[in-house]
């Protein structure tokens, strides 16, 4: 895939640029060959730190991190017609639903992975990215029921979690569950873990694509409805249906 490769980033070995989505499921499916591969779809291209580790200036969710979802578990019972087993479950309920985590999210599926990184006109006009990551099915925690608390593990660890909540079935979720040592005022991003970075690639959507690569995934039967099942899904789609966003001529009939 040498025709794809771009100048080597943020220490990662293989960078792609891809302008068409016939490019893109060409190269994913030759860096899926390679062995098992998670996808991870970004607007921008960022570090991999978990949503409670970004606030770099006054590190709110990071210091409040057990106390927020704390608070969570005890207020959000009434609206799910069942109690999680434990705070593994928990924090997955709770990282879709958008609290901000320890955990980073990954797909299985490389679409829904680039629907992730188009689904909006591009911030500032800047490039997104796919990251991919190839993993050790040995390494996999898909068990939790004996499990200590993912606020005690020692390393971060990759998680494939129960189907405790409908979006992580629809979108074939699982997680990075990162550790930090509490007197560490950081999260070490996930590319610069020892050895970590020769597990992954980065694919380079540009900002000026965006809006082709949405309308080819919607044809595709990849859209908000499918993600994201219930009316909140649903409402999405229709929106992009019925109106243009901002990077859209309105040339394109979308029905």
């Known amino acids: ?12 070995p293989r960078c792609f640029r891809v302008v068409r989505i016939e490019e893109y499921i060409e190269l994913v499916t ?5 062995g098992n591969v998670l996808f991870r779809g970004q607007r921008r291209d960022l570090s991999l730190i978990p949503s409670v580790g970004r606030d770099k200036e006054n590190k709110r ?12 578990k005890r207020e959000a019972l009434p609206f799910l017609g069942f109690t999680p087993a434990n705070d593994w479950q928990w924090l997955s309920v709770a990282q879709h639903n958008r609290l901000p985590t320890r955990m980073l999210d990954w797909t299985r599926s490389p679409l829904a992975a680039l629907w992730f990184t188009v689904c909006k006109p591009a911030c500032k006009n800047e490039s997104g990215v796919v990251w991919g990551f190839i993993y050790d099915s040995k390494e996999v925690i898909s ?30 979720g699982v997680f990075t569950v990162h550790n930090r040592n509490e007197n560490d005022d950081n999260f070490m991003p996930f590319e610069s873990i020892p050895d970590t970075e020769l597990l992954l ?8 694509a965006f809006q ?10 990849i859209t908000a409805s499918i993600l994201f099942p219930g009316l909140y899904g649903l409402v999405e789609r229709i929106k992009y249906q019925n109106e243009f966003c901002d990077d859209e001529s309105g040339n394109a009939p979308k029905n």
Do not use: C
């Open 61 to 72: 969710w990071f210091f409040t991190e057990k106390e927020i979802f704390e608070e969570f």
């Open 201 to 208: 690639s980065k694919i380079e959507i540009p900002a000026d």
């Open 212 to 221: 082709i690569f949405r309308y080819q995934l919607f044809r595709l039967g």
């Open 143 to 172: 068990a939790t029921s004996n499990l200590p608390s993912p606020f005690s593990i020692e390393k971060t660890s990759l998680y494939f979690p129960e189907h405790v909540f409908p979006y992580i079935q629809a979108q074939s």
């Open 30 to 34: 030759w860096i899926s060959s390679t």
């Open 1 to 12: 895939m040498e025709k794809y490769l771009i100048e080597k980033k943020a220490g990662i």
